[in-house]
């Protein structure tokens, strides 16, 4: 009975919005009035499915028109009214494929101030929608960590596996400089990060509007794989490979860095592997060596004695070599080897070592303090 009244309330909500659509935008242009239409039939109260393709398209279709700020603002008005979570999540879905469709169009939402501000969205009516309000939460801030790798890559990561269109990035990513670089890197490092704290779903757990979002989320992750890739192939040349000049310190402890936060990234985003498994491959492979070419360079930095200085001591006069006459010296140490620890004190005198294993003649030495 509880599903029969919930479904009933549900679409008299449906019926009700689209009267008032149809009232309130009596003197709107014809596309405002069919965006908001087509959006409403998009993000019903009650079908547990995701939105309809066909009204999605509806929508999506104005995104690189002049009427594309009049639907970012219709998705943004529902998601705003509603306490429903399917209204919510299904209005987050229209608004993701907005965002991919809409090219150079979307300058993005502004990042760390929780633009959609669902952060306190909460549908307690039943177990799935408690489930789906989770998903809201999360799903609301993945997006606006989309949106802002719009902002920092000038555009919606569109590149596809082509190894023409990855030369071509490439090519393009060689001509910035290696601070930008970076920031670029970190940010889509950033968007792998928060892709890991997406909310757990129990195994047993069913649920198509949340499979759907799956989808849409393995598309971008692999689209970003791509980008980074290109971006950790250009620095790994200009910083770490043999026959290339240092860039510096400072941006070989941010590659670091980088390569430090995928390494933790990688066990949560291993479900997503079997969708393009080569490329995961390639793209975890190129981790691994890069991982390996830091240590390797970390323990060269850590061995090598640049301008070493020999000093001697007589007459109180501290005699100096200098560094440029000294030749880089390699050090390494063999088990056999081994250090002493403790300082021992001898007083100026003769001391005497008789021992017929060293020599039949006694053994006169000088120890000097």
């Not at 599903?3 to 149809?22: E, F, Q, T």
Request: with cysteine.
């Amino acid at each position: 009975m509880l599903k029969l009244k919930s479904l009933i309330i549900g679409k008299v909500k449906d019926k009700a919005s689209i009267c008032k659509a149809r009232l309130f935008h009596s003197f709107s242009s014809r596309a405002v009035t069919y965006i908001h239409l087509a959006l409403l039939k998009s993000t019903t109260h009650t079908s547990h499915k995701p939105p309809d393709s066909n009204y999605i398209s509806d929508v999506v279709s104005y995104s690189n028109s002049p009427y594309g700020p009049a639907a970012f603002s219709a998705v943004m008005w529902r998601l705003h009214v509603t306490k429903n979570a399917f209204v919510a999540i299904k209005s987050l879905i229209v608004f993701h494929e907005l965002i991919k469709s809409s090219k150079d169009k979307f300058e993005g939402l502004d990042r760390g101030r929780n633009s959609l501000k669902l952060n306190d969205f909460s549908d307690t009516t039943s177990d799935l929608t408690i489930e789906l309000s989770r998903w809201v939460i999360w799903y609301g801030l993945y997006l606006d960590s989309l949106s802002w790798i719009s902002k920092v890559l000038g555009s919606f990561p569109n590149l596809t596996e082509s190894s023409k269109e990855k030369s071509k990035e490439k090519d393009c990513v060689s001509s910035y400089q290696t601070g930008y670089i970076m920031r670029q890197t970190e940010s889509l490092v950033t968007f792998f990060q928060h892709i890991c704290t997406r909310p757990d779903t129990p195994p047993l757990f069913q649920n198509k509007i949340v499979d759907e979002i799956r989808e849409l989320v393995i598309q971008d992750y692999f689209t970003a794989v791509i980008l980074v890739m290109v971006r950790l192939q250009v620095l790994s040349e200009r910083l770490i490979k043999p026959g290339i000049q240092h860039v510096g310190d400072s941006s070989m402890h941010d590659l670091r860095l980088v390569v430090m936060r995928l390494d933790e990234c990688k066990e949560s985003l291993s479900g997503f592997f079997w969708r393009y498994r080569r490329l995961a491959e390639d793209f975890w492979c190129l981790v691994e060596i890069l991982k390996a070419d830091i240590l390797l360079h970390d323990n060269k930095k850590m061995v090598e004695l640049p301008g070493l200085v020999q000093t001697t001591v007589k007459d109180d006069e501290e005699m100096v070599e200098p560094a440029s006459s000294v030749e880089t010296e390699w050090v390494t140490f063999e088990d056999s080897e081994t250090t002493t620890n403790e300082l021992l004190e001898w007083d100026s005198e003769w001391v005497k070592f008789d021992s017929s294993a060293l020599t039949s003649e006694p053994v006169q030495l000088s120890l000097l303090t």
